[in-house]
DNA sequence: AAAAATGTTATGGCTGACCTTATTATTCCA
DNA sequence: TGGAATAATAAGGTCAGCCATAACATTTTT
């Protein structure tokens, strides 16, 4: 329980871990993906990350969190989304870009300012992706909500939360008004994992598979 | 003009010359000091800094900013000092815990952030500690104040500003109460380099030089 | 002017976090 | 069941920013 300082780049790697896989075994590739970084690069940082308790590997299966590195990350998912809703409602930052500086402020922040920052925010419960933020004691129920690329055709559903980080992905989604609380109907579904295509704000709009992945709905009707 | 990246030790180097010199020549085992790190240390990262046209060394004499050193520092001071700002008037953070909380967030803070932070705090023109924030555009008008290390006996003046950084240094001038606006009267001045004796706020407190360097004031009488 | 103090350079090391290019092991699928 | 795809390891590098120790240069003090 010794308060370690962890690098940003540790922070990271669990972080991407909660966001991806919840408690599920994550594919050392899809960190790869997310984090930008070589395959190679993963398997060197999922040893150091074991060694410190923090991941559990099982080759050719997958990462998946400790007890241990799931509070870290959970505690890393606070401090982020709290930063969020900070730049988007009273710095009046933009949208698709709320992530990224959050992103950044988050590897900086002290516990003494996490939780004041909460404090003065008002202890929300969702950061402005819709995502829902951990207690300060470190739970955290995650969304009942599904991917919308798994959504039928004929479906409308509500976003619940975007979980996509990269800018322009976000820019994206906010152009389209693919956003938390827009309702969403799925007009045609492309053979051979082409994409989606939405009806949402009285507009059609296609969505590929892997970005619709991103995007959580809770079902409305059909 | 390009938007380099610079790291958080490039932007420290620069910012601890900033508060240290002004303008004049500042010798390297200050710097060494400051940073707490070796004197070796600091040549080898004065010769980085040199190449990048940051800072100017003259072997044996000193290291100071360029104009593009200096611009860079004074940006960085800004946004320190206005994450001070946030801290203290609206996360109430302790007096003496700002300034290090302010120094880990600032080198995770984009422009967009800072310049919608000044706004959403009023452009302030002084931290908490009293120093003076820098303009968006790098203008910057230092203090006209004297180091209360060179106040004479009897001299009464006024606190304008605290250049300290150390957490603990702070915790002892804000238990003493020498704070930005209040007065002080030098009762004594010991030898041999020795503490001054300062009346303030009803008590005698003893301070020993090297920290009243880092008590900017101005003289009231005497 | 000599000695002491201070500052610089040279070497050699370390760590974390990346990279590339092979090679080897496992799993998946046709 | 055999080949393709995927994942892991091995080996050798890079880079920033630190460290220590030792040699050398300069400045300051006595
Ligand atoms: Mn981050
Ligand atoms: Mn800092
Ligand atoms: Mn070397
Ligand atoms: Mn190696």
């Known amino acids: 329980m010794t308060i370690m300082h962890l690098s940003e780049s540790t922070e990271m790697y669990l972080k991407a871990m909660a966001e991806l896989g919840g408690q599920d075994v994550i594919a050392t590739a899809r960190l790869a993906e997310r984090l930008n970084v070589t395959p190679v690069s993963v398997s060197e940082m999922v040893r150091r990350l074991g060694e410190q308790?923090?991941?559990?590997?099982?080759?050719?299966?997958?990462?998946?969190?400790?007890?241990?590195?799931?509070e870290v990350a959970c505690n890393v998912l606070r401090r982020q989304r709290l930063w969020e809703c900070f730049l988007y409602d009273h710095l009046k930052i933009d949208w698709s870009q709320v992530y990224e500086f959050a992103c950044s402020l988050e590897h900086a922040t002290a516990p003494e300012v996490t939780e004041a920052l909460a404090g003065f925010l008002g202890n929300p419960q969702t950061c402005p992706r819709g995502n829902p933020?951990?207690?300060?004691?470190?739970?955290?129920?995650?969304?009942?909500?599904?991917?919308?690329?798994?959504?039928?055709?004929?479906?409308?559903?509500?976003?619940?939360?975007?979980?996509?980080?990269?800018?322009?992905?976000?820019?994206?989604?906010?152009?389209?008004?693919?956003?938390?609380?827009?309702?969403?109907t799925v007009i045609e579904v492309a053979p051979m994992q082409g994409p989606l295509t939405l009806h949402v704000g009285g507009k059609d709009v296609a969505l590929g598979l892997s970005m619709a992945e991103f995007v959580l709905v809770k079902k409305i009707k059909n």
């Open 53 to 70: 308790g923090l991941v559990s590997h099982t080759p050719y299966k997958g990462v998946h969190l400790t007890k241990k590195g799931r």
């Open 133 to 184: 933020i951990p207690a300060a004691d470190g739970s955290f129920k995650p969304l009942d909500a599904m991917p919308l690329s798994e959504a039928k055709l004929g479906q409308t559903a509500q976003v619940l939360a975007v979980n996509a980080t990269a800018t322009d992905v976000l820019k994206y989604l906010q152009e389209k008004n693919i956003l938390p609380g827009r309702e969403v």
